[in-house]
């Protein structure tokens, strides 16, 4: 599938606004399900969104829904992830990821290509 690179991440305030990117290979974003994922210092990697080949997108309701927006551009072949109203506990490195065609998944293990991160630091 080629590298996957995040983009974007940097100090911000509580409340504050900021859009993450990752660049893809050629066709990647239109082909494969598409996903973001942060993993906090200590934590284990959690789910953020997902975006199909279709458009359908699915989100970690819990922390995210309502906050953050994914969506993708292909002719860029770029996937963004639009994050308002950042909290302090949105503190984390996030990762883009791929996976086969398909519905959204919230797995990690589906995904088999992976970015290096960006690091998201929200001060409260």
């Known amino acids: 599938q080629g590298q996957l690179v995040e983009s974007g991440g940097r100090l911000v305030q509580a409340g504050d606004s900021l859009r993450l990117s990752c660049s893809a290979p050629?066709?990647?974003?239109?082909?494969?399900?598409m996903g973001w994922f942060r993993q906090a210092s200590g934590k284990e990697r959690e789910f953020v969104a997902a975006?199909?080949?279709?458009?359908?997108?699915?989100y970690n309701e819990d922390s995210v829904k309502g906050r953050f927006t994914i969506s993708k551009d292909s002719a860029k072949d770029t996937v963004y992830l639009q994050m308002n109203n950042l909290r302090p506990e949105d503190t984390a490195v996030y990762y883009c990821?791929?996976?086969?065609?398909?519905?959204?998944?919230?797995?990690?293990?589906?995904?088999?290509?992976w970015g290096q991160g960006t690091q998201v630091t929200v001060s409260s």
């Open positions: 990821a791929a996976a086969q065609p398909g519905n959204p998944s919230r797995v990690p293990g589906s995904y088999d290509n």
């Open positions: 975006i199909a080949r279709s458009g359908h997108t699915a």
């Open positions: 050629r066709r990647t974003v239109s082909w494969y399900t």
